[in-house]
Every structure is written in structure tokens, then in C-alpha cells.
């Protein structure tokens, strides 16, 4: 018996049936579609199953070959699909298969019967795409009656019956605890469920356990081998520097000898002439003893000669001046040294103090300061905590750490754009666990530009992008009047299209923290909050706003901002029910005036900061609606804005607004700290602003007429 499953008509990337199935010259099929997408996310086609790479264009993917097995196999499937009946014809049950030669819609009884036939067993079989499984219908069968379903389940004595079981009939007598089938099935699925959830739960633990340990020894290993081999190069060099001092101080006595062993022959010469001398005028005087002779008198001359040449203390003072003596005088400090620390130390990571694990390796920008939190593991907490922030050049920045309740807090910044690594020690002994961190310092400025926001549109695809705001699960989403949202990665890949349910184009959007989005919607005039799929939940403002911009949310106080371009000013509402609580400013140009606000944000102390667009400024108003200040005022030069379009506020308060053609970034004070983007960067009427990351620190900006979206690490 050959069966005809649903695997052999569906697509491997989509896993739905076969449309336009095109094959590639690996001979594996997919649908024309799938490979169009695969083309627009990774520019070439790979094949999924034997991972072959194709570089073909769009226009090749039309002229692939049609698989024509797997089209007439998709149309006879169709076929019989549709004309599958509610029951087979012999035992009323629903139809499973279906034999192509029989032309015969058969239920599991029916393929029983089927197969009984030696001519009819290798009959080809198309499995039908029902509710019931093979297996479920099985188990749904009374096994004394085959012919029959389960109807009950006995949980006293633990077994099922259909309506032909006798037992039954003793279990009702005996007043036994029994239950329709459904519902012991459903009992039985819930505990499973349950159960496997746990089990699963349970495995993934220990999975994230061993992962864990066998991560660990793995690092152990790999620092043990790293351990000796730096034992046995500082072995090395230390022999070879004692060597070559050796060496040195061996010459040098060689020269000593040199100089003296000449200084001695000459000494000896000497001596020798004298001894010659006083021998020779010895044998003289001996021949004329006791013979008076004429001669006697140069005689005693030189007699005296020689007595003063030869005096004995003369010759004392003479060798005494003279003689040298080497001596070998030792290092005693680093004998010291040796004796206290041998050739080195060895210490040990591990203990009592634990980075934590989000913060092993971390990416910054240049001069943004961070922090690495160390926490102890032990119930004791006596340690003393160092920390030395190094590069690959050997130079070093400053750190601090700080303690506070049972946790360090290890601050510092790195001011070169290059990979840095902070060691953490406990005392002079132990390195802590996670130590050391990785840091890299990545580059300032544009990073990435997702182009042309309409090509991921289905609704509307001539508007442009207006909005972006990070999502929950740390992905972007991008607005652009229409009822497509759009995610992407912080990298820029393409996630998915997110078409809202209801008939609306998005403008301006808002994050809250449990899910639900909260935006503006062009068509009805409003804002809408909708929950994490969507669906709406609350509207606000329908017939008092006339065309929404930015919505911003103080989740304390429970208040809606939402700013009115054409009513030129911020209206509140109450964010659990809906009801107008006021507005701020009114139309006009004199200050706590607006003409045409675009966005606003909110500090965490409640102040309002508004992006007055026709005036070209920033306004700041306190929590009671009262102006504080005209915050960033006009002008085209950096540190003034003109024709704001967005405000953000980052981790730190600080401010950063688009305008016109460029992104800036001010303190809370309306303080230019810097531009973020420069003049090559191509920003055409950036309009929203979403802070992605904080480190780096990172932020997009919606690039309106251009239709991109433009990311800076600032």
C-alpha cells in the first residue's frame, strides 16, 4: 500500500500546499513566492534542503521549470478534496482516504477490509486532510468491538466501553464514578498537557544546566592549556635572560683574567731580572772574598744598587698594589623576590563574586559611560573589588566601583573606538566569575538605512514612513499612514508585516510597557489603543481632534497626550476610559502658544515637551500645563531646530529632536550636546524617533520624503 501524504504536496518553507511550484537544478521544488521572498531577504536563493546557493535574479526565478509532477498531484488533490463526503459509504464513518483505483472514500474500518485483498493491497492511497489523526481514531474504537466508538470511562475500575460492553452495566449497578469518553479524553489531553509542559520545562533546566557545566569546562580546559603554556614561556624567558646575564658576567671575567694574567707576567719578568741580577753579583763577590783587589770599591756600588732595588718592603708595597681578586656578588633582591613570589603567581577565577551574565560583553559607543554589576554568591561578603580597564594597545581609562546591599557596581567609559577589556579581581588573588568583560566600542554615526518602506507594504503603499517605536520583543515598528506596521530587527532584516484588523492608516505610535499600542489614526480623526494582536480596545478623541500627530503616555498619572496639528494644541484623556481631561496651549505664536505641534515627550518628573513645528521651536510646560520655558528656539545653525518634527527623551533624559534635515541630541535643559547625524548622511524631513538601544546607545529616526529609516549610534 502506497500513501499520498500531505508532505508530498507541500511546500518545505511555507508548509502550505504548492502554488506555482517551480524546481531548482538541485531537483528540490518550492513555491514560485517563497523563493521571491527569499530573494528579497537574502538577495540569493539557498536552497533549504541541500543547502545549495543559487545566484539568480528575479526575472530568472519566472523561467525556473515548472514542476509539473507536483502541480497535477496539487489538482488531483484539490479535486478529491472537494469532493469528499461527510461518510464512506459502508460504516458511516468520516472518510480518511481515498483509493485512486477504487475510486473509493474509505474510513479506517474500510481500509482494513481493503487490505484483506491480496489484488487491492498495493493500491495507491491519498491520505485525506481530516481532524482525526489515524492513531486518535484508533484509540477511539472499543477493541472487543471494533465496530463501535468509546462512549464512557469508568475511573473506578479504569477501563472504557462502548455501548456493547456489558461491564458496564455492573459499574452503573455498583455505583461507579464513570464519565462520558469526551470527557475522560479531555482530562486525559489536560494532564498531558500538563505534564509535558513540566517535563518540558524540566528538560529545558537541565539543558540550560549542562549547556552551563559543559561551557564551564570547556573554559577551564581551554585557560588550563593557555595557563601552562604561559608558565612555560615565562619559564623560558626567565632562563634565557639568567642565561645571557650569565654569559655577560662570564666574558667580563674573562677580560679581568685577561688584563691581570698580562699584569702578573710582567710583574714575574721583572722579578725574574732582579733575581738574575742579585745572582750573578753574588757569584761576582764570591770570587773576590778574602782577595783584596782594586775592584772593591764599584763592587760595593753595586751592591747597594741592588739592596735598594731589591728591598724587601719595597717588593711587599709593589705586589700588594697589584694584586686582584674576583668576587661574585648576587642579586639579593631578586633572590627576595624568587623566595617570596617564585616566578609568578597563579590565580583562580571563581569565588564568591559573579558578573552578571548581561553584562559579560557589552557594546558601547566612544565616551558613553557604563556600568557591569558584580554580585556576590555566597552568603558573606567581605571582599574587596578592583577593577583595571585596559585596550589592546595597553592603554588604560579609569573605573570606579561602588557597593551597595550585596552588589558592586564597576563604572567607566572608553574614549577610544577600539575592543577594551575590564579585569575584575577580588583582592590580589582571585579573578571573579565572568571576568574579564568584553567591551567593544563601536563607531559613532549612521550605522544602517532600511530603504524604501513601501516595498514591505501591501495597504497604500504610496505614503511615506512617518513613525518608528520599539516593540516589546526589542524589534522596530514602522508606521507610514497606512494599516501596515512593519518590524524589523535592529540590524535591519525584514521580520514580518503586521496588517492591523481594523480599517485604519497609522500615523504616530506609542509603546505601552504591557503590550498594548497606543496611535493615531488619519481616518476617523483619533487615537486608537489596541492590545498586543491588534484588536482595538478603546478609542479617544472622536469628533474634538481634527488630526492627531504624536501620542505620548504618563502611565502614573493614567493621561493620554495627544497633539493636534490643525487644533494646534495637546489634548489629555484619560487612558482607562476615555473622558477629555484638557488641553495645553492654544494657536498662535507668543510663547505657551503652537502652531501646528508635531510630537511630544515626558520627563519622569511629569514636564511636557512639545515640538512646535510652525514656530520652529521646543516648548517646555511643567505637569500643570504651565509654560516653563521656550526650551531649543529657531535657527539653522546646530543647537537650534527648524520645523520640529520629533522628540524623543533617551535612558538619560536627555533630548533628542529631528528637524528639517537634521537629528540632535540636548540635555533637559535644552543644552546642545551634539549633532547626531552629519551632512552626508541624507536625512530629508526625519519626522519620528525611537531610542532601540542603550548599549550602544542607538537610535532611529523615521526618514519621511526620502521613505527610509535611517539608524545612528550617537
Not at 205 to 218: C, F
Request: glycine fraction near 6%.
Amino acid at each position: 500500500m502506497f500513501c499520498l501524504t500531505k508532505e508530498i504536496w507541500e511546500c518545505s518553507i511555507c508548509l502550505q500546499r504548492f502554488t506555482d511550484p517551480k524546481a531548482l537544478n538541485c531537483l528540490h521544488t518550492y513555491c514560485l513566492n517563497c523563493m521571491q521572498d527569499l530573494m528579497r531577504r537574502h538577495g540569493n536563493i539557498r536552497c533549504p534542503k541541500c543547502r545549495e546557493t543559487y545566484n539568480l535574479k528575479n526575472d530568472d526565478l519566472e523561467h525556473l521549470k515548472c514542476n509539473e509532477t507536483i502541480r497535477y498531484l496539487v489538482e488531483f488533490v484539490e479535486k478529491i478534496e472537494s469532493e469528499k463526503p461527510e461518510t464512506c459509504s459502508k460504516w458511516g464513518n468520516q472518510p480518511q482516504h481515498y483509493c485512486s483505483e477504487c475510486e473509493m472514500f474509505m474510513c479506517r474500518q474500510c481500509i482494513r477490509h481493503h487490505n484483506m485483498f491480496p489484488t487491492l493491497k498495493n493500491h495507491s492511497l491519498y491520505t485525506l486532510d481530516t481532524d482525526i489523526k489515524e492513531q486518535d481514531q484508533d484509540s477511539l474504537n472499543c477493541q472487543n468491538h471494533p465496530d463501535k466508538k468509546l462512549e464512557d470511562y469508568c475511573r473506578t475500575c479504569k477501563r472504557t466501553t462502548c455501548e456493547d460492553c456489558k461491564h458496564i452495566v455492573r459499574c452503573y449497578r455498583n455505583k461507579h464514578d464513570v464519565i462520558p469518553m469526551q470527557t475522560a479524553l479531555n482530562e486525559i489531553n489536560k494532564t498531558v498537557t500538563e505534564t509535558m509542559k513540566t517535563a518540558e520545562d524540566i528538560k529545558r533546566k537541565l539543558k540550560e544546566r549542562l549547556d552551563v557545566i559543559t561551557k564551564d569546562r570547556s573554559e577551564f580546559e581551554s585557560n588550563l592549556k593557555l595557563s601552562r603554556t604561559a608558565i612555560e614561556i615565562h619559564e623560558k624567558t626567565i632562563i634565557r635572560k639568567v642565561k645571557e646575564e650569565t654569559k655577560a658576567m662570564m666574558a667580563n671575567l674573562t677580560q679581568i683574567y685577561k688584563e691581570q694574567s698580562k699584569i702578573i707576567d710582567n710583574q714575574i719578568k721583572g722579578i725574574e731580572s732582579q733575581l738574575t741580577q742579585v745572582n750573578t753579583l753574588m757569584e761576582s763577590i764570591k770570587k773576590t772574598m778574602n782577595k783584596p783587589t782594586e775592584n772593591l770599591a764599584s763592587y760595593q756600588t753595586t751592591i747597594t744598587v741592588v739592596e735598594n732595588d731589591a728591598a724587601a718592603d719595597e717588593l711587599d708595597k709593589s705586589f700588594a698594589k697589584t694584586r686582584i681578586t674576583p668576587k661574585f656578588i648576587p642579586t639579593q633582591k631578586l633572590i627576595e623576590l624568587m623566595n617570596h613570589k617564585g616566578v609568578g603567581k597563579l590565580i583562580t577565577v571563581g569565588g564568591v563574586y559573579k558578573v552578571n551574565t548581561e553584562d559579560e560583553s557589552i557594546s558601547v559607543t566612544k565616551g558613553q559611560p557604563f556600568s557591569v554589576r558584580v554580585s556576590s554568591i555566597a552568603e558573606s561578603d567581605v571582599g574587596q573589588l578592583t577593577a583595571t580597564l585596559s585596550n589592546s594597545l595597553g592603554e588604560k581609562s579609569a573605573t570606579e566601583v561602588a557597593h551597595k546591599k550585596g552588589e558592586y557596581t564597576v563604572t567607566g567609559r572608553c574614549n577610544l573606538e577600539r575592543d577594551w577589556h575590564m579585569d575584575i579581581t577580588d583582592g590580589d588573588t582571585s579573578h571573579v566569575i565572568g571576568s574579564p568583560v568584553s567591551i567593544k566600542v563601536e563607531l559613532l554615526g549612521l550605522v544602517n538605512t532600511i530603504e524604501n518602506i513601501s516595498e514591505y507594504k501591501e495597504d497604500d503603499k504610496i505614503q511615506k514612513v512617518i513613525d518608528v517605536v520599539l516593540d516589546t520583543d526589542g524589534c522596530m515598528l514602522v508606521s507610514s499612514y497606512s494599516k501596515d506596521l512593519i518590524k524589523f530587527d535592529q540590524s535591519g532584516c525584514f521580520v514580518s508585516r503586521i496588517q492591523i484588523p481594523q480599517n485604519v492608516k497609522v500615523n504616530r505610535m506609542y509603546q505601552l510597557g504591557n503590550g498594548n499600542v497606543v496611535y493615531s489614526d488619519t481616518i476617523d480623526k483619533c487615537v486608537l489603543m489596541c492590545d498586543n494582536q491588534y484588536h482595538e480596545i478603546r478609542t479617544f478623541g472622536k469628533g474634538v481632534l481634527k488630526y492627531p500627530k504624536g501620542v505620548t503616555v504618563n502611565q502614573k498619572t493614567r493621561m493620554l497626550y495627544v497633539a493636534d496639528r490643525e487644533c494646534h494644541c495637546v489634548f489629555k484623556f484619560n487612558i482607562d476610559d476615555g473622558s477629555l481631561l484638557g488641553k495645553i496651549g492654544s494657536e498662535g505664536s507668543k510663547p505657551g502658544q503652537m502652531k501646528t505641534p508635531m510630537d511630544i515627550a515626558l520627563t519622569k518628573d511629569g514636564h511636557v515637551f512639545v515640538a512646535d513645528c510652525d514656530n520652529s521651536r521646543i516648548q517646555m510646560f511643567d505637569a500643570n500645563d504651565k509654560l516653563i520655558k521656550i526650551l531649543i528656539g529657531y535657527g539653522e545653525e546646530d543647537g537650534k531646530v527648524r520645523g520640529p518634527q520629533g522628540i524623543i527623551l533617551d535612558m538619560d533624559e536627555n533630548i533628542i529632536a529631528s528637524s528639517n534635515h537634521k537629528l540632535q541630541l540636548f540635555d533637559q535643559d535644552g543644552k546642545f550636546i551634539k549633532r547626531i547625524d552629519t551632512k552626508d548622511d541624507g536625512l530629508d524631513v526625519p519626522a519620528g524617533i525611537a531610542v532601540i538601544s542603550e548599549r550602544p546607545r542607538r537610535v532611529a529616526v523615521a526618514n519621511h520624503r526620502a521613505n527610509n529609516v535611517k539608524i545612528f549610534n550617537y
